[in-house]
């Protein structure tokens, strides 16, 4: 294994597992992975399912721990571990990762608990390599996003609704994807900005009484009249939403805020200006293509190791590069939870941190010793040497090696290589 190749399975992917075959040309394996269909998407149980659950706990009132909600999401959270581990499409599915924290939903709102597996594989998935506006209506209409985000109870105060309820506009989602997931700060926006964009988006709704449940624009609460966002006018009803998405999602500024939040995921906590402007550039010139976009990161030539694994990039690594059976790995959610990167359920609607001042503190650190003893007890590799040589390659350094050496033991051995440094970053 080469240094270019090795650095691709950690940057880019979810690190090598010694039964894989070793790619032979690292770019072509990178690109080959956005070609490739993503079997989780669309993906069951559906958001109509998950809304189906909800309205029958919401009728029969068990207790959140064995709410029929709360099966499905600790299956679906399963089922979406599981398939890290075992997946061939490595960076297709660090792709779905980094798309799923761009779009926070988290279970931090227990109504979204139910909605937030068919969130990842019916808004994020299908979409990964495909035009950010897709993605961004898909999200936008989502039921997991208007609970998360509390749109789906939104009304315009000078629709009939609001007029009958007096009842006003909710302005987080409006707010979230102007912040978080198009254009930043960075355009200049202004909190009547905010209140125009949550005007046009009242009346984006659920209906959970429907068969089968799922979105519902609902005229009776949209605030009528035109609105003006970032100094562009928009018709009233659902098509001024649509063309506002739309608008956002082709503005400079977003281009240029999705450049550097991919680059400071792929590339270094501070990515290159070169960097930033490099994938920006394809952005614009492609029309928001996502899939052109992965295949630049995948072509910028930067140093391996900038990175710091968050726990759970760490987790899934450990798991591939022991080559653990199933039926031999730990409780992942347990060990998120432990780790301090709870699976969907991160604390705020920007999401997970991705910088390593974030996860690198002294009592997070001794956490990733102690899960690596945990998991290295649960390797029966005779060589853990040559396992860490296979995994790693060029990667592998002289420290690590030595101290591999002499260790007392081969659990002790496959801490070692787990908690050091060089299989800490990526």
């Not at 010694?18 to 069951?44: H, I």
């Not at 068919?118 to 936008?140: Q, S």
């Not at 390659?393 to 420290?399: A, E, S």
């Not at 070692?416 to 299989?423: C, D, K, R, S, V």
Request: charged share 20%; proline share 10%.
């Amino acid at each position: 294994m080469d240094t270019a190749t090795a650095h691709a399975l950690v940057r880019f992917g979810l690190g090598h597992r010694p039964s894989d075959p070793v790619p032979a040309d690292p770019v072509a394996w990178l690109l080959a992975q956005l070609a490739a269909p993503d079997p989780l998407a669309g993906a069951a149980p559906s958001s109509a399912e998950g809304l189906a659950a909800l309205r029958a706990d919401r009728k029969d009132k068990p207790p959140p721990a064995q709410s029929r909600s709360a099966a499905l999401f600790r299956a679906g959270a399963r089922a979406q571990l599981a398939h890290a581990v075992a997946t061939d499409l490595p960076f297709r599915e660090r792709l779905v990762w980094f798309w799923t924290n761009h779009f926070t939903v988290s279970v931090r709102r227990g109504q979204c608990a139910a909605v937030l597996p068919a969130f990842v594989a019916e808004a994020i998935r299908p979409h990964v390599t495909g035009r950010f506006a897709d993605m961004l209506l898909a999200v936008m209409r989502h039921p997991a996003m208007l609970l998360y985000l509390d749109n789906a109870s939104s009304i315009g105060p000078d629709s009939a609704a609001g007029q009958r309820s007096r009842r006003g506009l909710n302005e987080n989602l409006a707010r979230e994807c102007l912040e978080l997931h198009t254009v930043s700060p960075a355009a200049g926006y202004t909190q009547q900005d905010v209140t125009a964009f949550a005007a046009m988006l009242t009346g984006w709704s659920i209906d959970l009484r429907a068969d089968p449940p799922g979105f519902r624009f609902r005229p009776g609460a949209h605030q009528p009249g035109t609105q003006t966002v970032l100094g562009q006018a928009f018709p009233p009803g659902e098509a001024g939403g649509l063309a506002a998405l739309a608008f956002l999602a082709a503005h400079p500024a977003t281009h240029r805020h999705l450049a550097t939040q991919l680059t400071r995921h792929f590339v270094a906590d501070e990515p290159p200006p070169a960097a930033i402007r490099a994938i920006e550039a394809v952005l614009r010139d492609t029309n928001g293509d996502l899939g052109a976009a992965a295949a630049a990161l995948a072509r910028l030539e930067t140093p391996p190791g900038a990175k710091l694994r968050t726990p759970q990039e760490l987790a899934v690594a450990s798991l591939r590069a022991l080559d653990l059976p199933e039926d031999r790995h730990p409780d992942l959610l347990a060990t998120l939870a432990a780790l301090g990167q709870p699976f969907w359920r991160a604390p705020a609607p920007n999401g997970w941190p991705d910088t390593a001042g974030d996860w690198a503190g002294p009592e997070a650190m001794v956490r990733r010793i102690d899960f690596a003893w945990t998991v290295a007890g649960r390797s029966n590799a005779p060589d853990p040497l040559a396992l860490a040589e296979t995994v790693q390659g060029p990667l592998l350094d002289p420290d690590t090696r030595l101290a591999m050496q002499r260790a007392a033991s081969r659990r002790e051995a496959l801490t070692l290589f787990l908690a050091a440094p060089a299989f800490q970053r990526r």
